[in-house]
């Protein structure tokens, strides 16, 4: 039988479903970060001190950190991954919407926990789909560009927020958000079409098994990722830096407009911005940097070392600096710093997520998911406490340079090649 040489679009079909999963992270981001933009016209409306502001922005993160503990194991053994997907981000962007016409503050925080129930589908799938379709040596750039999809809607969410606030109504901004999530379909079904006959690990990846057999295969697989030693190498990781990501997805805007005196108009969302972008940027190089060192001769394993190590330069650097500055420029300069060191640190722990158990990537995504959000969760609604008499941001800042500390060391003392096998 003649075989005839793929097309240009098959050859690199892989990198449109990855930008199909990078808007669908893109939608998830803004969805969740519209309220941590808006929250400043929120708290006005509705009366809210900082303890409440607090409760607001981590209501999503519990209910998506407990969702964590059974998502990873449906999707990892979900027939109907093209079909499943829009579901949930459908979901997600109906929780969204309603936002905007809600009346008080009880039903926006009962619709913020439900918005972590469907949200906490996307991270656990797209590292799933992007195991099974890419080469090992890409998946640091790969998760990078997926994972950066969250931080280009953390730097469009602010002008969009404060221009619906200030020219017509915050809520008009939660509709828009819920409304863009229908627009995905269209790509995502045209795009993602028969993966088990253009990615050669796609089948072989693939949990199969009857349904007799389901209970005592999920059992097993949980007894053996939570026996792996890199498992909770990459789940402790998280407890030092997901904690610096949601600070900054969600508290930076009140800490410009508590600390620094910044008004709620487009300055600060062009500040907000900038900022927001070098968290792209770091997701970006930091993938690329790996992948030119692997090109060079270095290995895998400690190219993305040595690109979490000057992350965490990077972070510290700036966490540790910014309360001795009342500048706002000066501040901006310092958080974007910061942020870059979060991008560039983030896209390899994705990455490293991907290679604990390759049959089952998206149920270690969802298990690191549940521990490091659910810890983040905490810290987020505690931030409120500790800024709401004081106004004052200069311990959180202190409290986050330690956990990065924290999640350096762990790098460099249990993620070591006897306990990780990158393939």
């Known amino acids: 039988m003649?075989?005839?040489?793929?097309?240009?679009y098959e050859r690199n079909w892989r990198w449109f479903v990855?930008?199909?999963?990078?808007?669908?992270?893109?939608?998830?981001?803004?969805?969740?970060?519209?309220?941590?933009?808006?929250?400043?016209?929120?708290a006005k409306e509705f009366n809210l001190d900082n303890i409440q502001r607090g409760n607001l922005l981590a209501a999503f993160i519990f209910t998506y950190a407990f969702t964590h503990i059974f998502i990873g194991f449906i999707i990892d053994r979900i027939k109907n991954v093209r079909i499943f997907f829009p579901i949930m981000l459908l979901g997600w962007s109906i929780s969204t919407l309603l936002v905007g016409v809600a009346k008080d503050y009880s039903t926006i925080l009962s619709l913020r926990y439900l918005l972590g129930v469907w949200e906490a589908v996307n991270f656990p799938i797209c590292l799933m789909i992007i195991?099974?379709?890419?080469?090992?040596?890409?998946?640091?750039?790969?998760?990078?560009i997926f994972a950066s999809g969250a931080f280009l809607a953390t730097l469009a969410a602010p002008p969009v927020v404060i221009f619906f606030t200030n020219n017509y109504n915050w809520r008009y901004s939660f509709v828009a958000a819920g409304i863009l999530g229908i627009f995905w379909l269209i790509p995502w079904f045209l795009i993602f079409k028969r993966p088990e006959k253009r990615a050669v690990n796609w089948v072989k990846d693939t949990i199969t098994g009857t349904e007799k057999t389901q209970a005592k295969e999920i059992l097993a697989g949980f007894s053996a990722i939570i026996k792996a030693p890199a498992f909770w190498a990459v789940a402790f990781i998280g407890l030092g830096i997901i904690p610096s990501l949601y600070f900054a997805t969600q508290w930076f805007p009140s800490y410009f407009t508590q600390s620094l005196?910044?008004?709620?108009?487009?300055?600060?969302?062009l500040k907000l911005s900038i900022i927001y972008f070098m968290q792209d940027m770091g997701l970006w190089i930091g993938g690329a940097i790996v992948l030119w060192l692997c090109k060079k001769g270095m290995?895998?394993?400690r190219s993305r070392k040595l690109v979490m190590t000057g992350a965490y330069i990077f972070m510290v650097i700036s966490t540790l600096s910014v309360p001795q500055f009342s500048s706002v420029n000066m501040s901006v300069f310092l958080l974007s710093m910061y942020v870059f060191g979060i991008g560039a640190f983030l896209g390899n722990q994705h990455a490293f997520k991907q290679d604990i158990d390759r049959k089952q990537v998206a149920t270690v995504a969802a298990l690191v998911g549940f521990i490091e959000t659910g810890f983040t969760a905490f810290i987020i609604k505690e931030i409120g406490v500790i800024t709401n008499e004081t106004i004052n941001f200069a311990?959180?800042?202190?409290?986050?340079?330690?956990?990065?500390t924290f999640a350096i060391c762990i790098v460099h003392l249990m993620l070591r090649p006897k306990w990780i096998e990158i393939q």
């Open 261 to 269: 005196g910044q008004a709620f108009d487009q300055s600060l969302s």
């Open 299 to 301: 290995s895998i394993l």
């Open 18 to 42: 990855l930008a199909t999963l990078f808007l669908a992270t893109f939608l998830n981001y803004f969805d969740r970060q519209t309220l941590g933009t808006a929250i400043e016209p929120i």
């Open 131 to 144: 195991s099974r379709i890419f080469p090992a040596n890409e998946r640091s750039l790969a998760s990078g």
């Open 2 to 8: 003649e075989s005839f040489p793929k097309s240009w």
């Open 395 to 404: 311990p959180v800042f202190i409290l986050l340079a330690g956990l990065a």
